[in-house]
């Protein structure tokens, strides 16, 4: 075995045995806020964890509502590092910070002012949008200037992104640890992101000491990654809070815009600014194509062009079907190649629960070859577009 090959533990834990409660004096809800955890199982698995991250020599793997994330203490550098090394991550490419409350990212800012007030650290554009929407599956960029944060988290960049997640799992670890927990996705870069305990130790066993098992992430797809800083605002990365949600929180974020590379060098020569914007992520070992909004006419012809059933009859073809494509029309493909069909849903939200479970799926079986159907970009559509985008070989367009 390696070096630091050793034991994994999965530990399952229940959500359910949760509690946060508010302190009345306390606008937000999880402003200081008590919390309670009725099952002694979850409480000694949560106790471990947080051990762990104490010790600061390894990430410990947990799950949010978004995706399965590899958490570290934010403020360690040598805690850091060792996210970044287990994922084999670029430097340059910045973590997310995640709080359990307020109150402990006022306590992460330092500050010659007596008493600090959420506005002093937060630029008042983001409040309608925490207020709305945290905790849960948005991140905001802020300065990082007078924040007890690890510079490695930032890629030494002056912004960070921070959020606070919904999980109650992830909220009990974070609060139990009482420290901001740095946390990307819980997979090897480059490869889809885990929704699954099970997606994240095919990833880390022997990697990680520990990985807490709260069953399927509730989103399946990574936060919305929003920039107040700039004028007008900008999505720098979508994700489940769509962007119709967020130009209905109205003043400056009517105008919201959502960020685009111009060309491949944009995207080669910059440091990116939050997670998703530069590298290829998301990616099965399989060659993905992906369609445009098309017809399954389309499908068929480009398949015929592309692939010759005599020469590559053990050519294995995944076929990921979102709202139109229908099996019935896909036959030609079904009757003349090896075909592994995978349905992933009708709705956004179906569709965002299950794209990366699909991807991984695809690969345990050895598909060689996965062809998927593209969606509008209207609410979820812009992030499933996006994710799909980052892990797609060949786009075809109609």
């Known amino acids: 075995m390696e070096k630091n090959d050793f034991l994994t533990r999965i530990l399952p834990v229940s959500s359910k045995s949760i509690n946060f409660y508010k302190k009345e004096s306390k606008k937000h809800h999880f402003d200081a806020s008590s919390l309670t955890i009725s099952s002694p199982d979850t409480l000694k698995a949560l106790q471990e964890a947080v051990q762990v991250l104490k010790e600061g020599i390894f990430p410990i793997a947990f799950p949010t509502e978004t995706v399965y994330g590899l958490g570290a203490d934010a403020t360690n550098s040598k805690a850091v590092m060792s996210i970044f090394q287990a994922k084999n991550r670029p430097s340059d490419n910045p973590l997310i910070v995640h709080i359990s409350s307020l109150d402990q990212l006022q306590r992460m800012f330092h500050s010659n002012v007596e008493k600090i007030e959420t506005e002093d650290i937060i630029p008042p554009i983001y409040m309608p949008l925490i207020d709305r929407f945290w905790p849960g599956p948005l991140t905001i960029i802020l300065p990082i200037k007078n924040f007890k944060i690890s510079p490695i988290v930032a890629a030494k ?217 593209g969606v509008s970009e209207k609410d979820e559509g812009l992030a499933i577009m996006n994710r799909i985008r980052c892990s797609a070989s060949i786009i075809v367009l109609n």
């Open 157 to 373: 960049k002056d912004t960070i992104a921070i959020r606070m997640p919904s999980n109650h799992i992830a909220l009990a670890i974070i609060a139990l640890f009482d420290m901001p927990i740095a946390a990307p996705s819980a997979n090897i870069s480059t490869r889809p992101s885990s929704t699954l305990a099970s997606h994240v130790y095919h990833d880390f066993k022997g990697k990680i000491p520990i990985i807490i098992d709260d069953g399927p992430c509730h989103i399946g797809l990574e936060s919305t990654v929003v920039d107040g800083l700039v004028d007008p605002p900008v999505i720098l990365r979508p994700g489940s809070i769509t962007k119709e949600q967020i130009k209905s929180c109205g003043g400056k974020w009517k105008n919201v815009l959502v960020y685009t590379h111009k060309d491949t060098n944009e995207v080669s020569e910059t440091i990116p600014r939050a997670p998703g914007m530069k590298y290829k992520h998301y990616s099965p070992k399989a060659k993905v194509v992906l369609f445009e909004p098309t017809s399954e006419e389309s499908v068929i012809k480009w398949v015929t062009q592309n692939i010759d059933v005599n020469i590559e009859k053990k050519t294995l073809i995944g076929i990921m079907r979102t709202m139109h494509w229908k099996w019935e029309h896909l036959k030609e493909i079904y009757l003349k190649w090896k075909t592994l069909d995978c349905e992933l849903g009708c709705t956004g939200s179906e569709i965002t629960k299950n794209i990366f479970s699909s991807l991984r799926n695809m690969d345990l079986q050895n598909v060689n070859i996965i062809l998927i159907e």
